[in-house]
């Protein structure tokens, strides 16, 4: 199995970044996808999550209305498109996929599979 994130970069704020996770390896179809970051010194934090289908999504409430989660099943891939960034959205954001459970469930340990990261830098 494996995720490979792409499309992270330096942006100025109040820009856009669109973020990609292509999966293979796995049945993409079935399982939820999620988006997390990590800064700095600090854990790693939810963002965002999709059902299976695409018709359910989750955001934490620092993203909200700033960011929207997506997927193609056909294409095997996750999106999160980023709009209105702040310096505080600077992290390293990955993606992951369990295969059961509940979007609203945003643990770590709740997610089987990881991608690698992408950074994102906002600069103020």
């Known amino acids: 199995v494996q995720l490979q994130a792409s499309g992270g970069g330096l942006v100025q704020a109040g820009g856009s970044l669109r973020l990609s996770c292509a999966a293979s390896?796995?049945?993409?179809?079935?399982?939820?996808m999620g988006w997390f970051r990590q800064a700095p010194g600090k854990a790693r934090e939810f963002v965002a999550a999709?059902?299976?289908?695409?018709?359910?999504?989750y955001y934490a409430d620092s993203v909200k209305g700033r960011i929207t989660i997506s997927r193609d099943n056909a294409k095997n891939t996750g999106y999160l498109q980023m709009d209105s960034l702040k310096a505080e959205d600077t992290a390293v954001y990955y993606c992951?996929?369990?295969?059961?459970?509940?979007?609203?469930?945003?643990?770590?340990?709740?997610?089987?599979?990881w991608g690698q990261g992408t950074q994102v830098t906002v600069s103020s």
């Open positions: 390896g796995l049945t993409f179809s079935t399982g939820i």
């Open positions: 992951a996929m369990k295969t059961t459970g509940w979007i609203r469930v945003t643990f770590t340990s709740e997610y089987t599979y």
């Open positions: 999709i059902s299976w289908r695409g018709g359910s999504t």
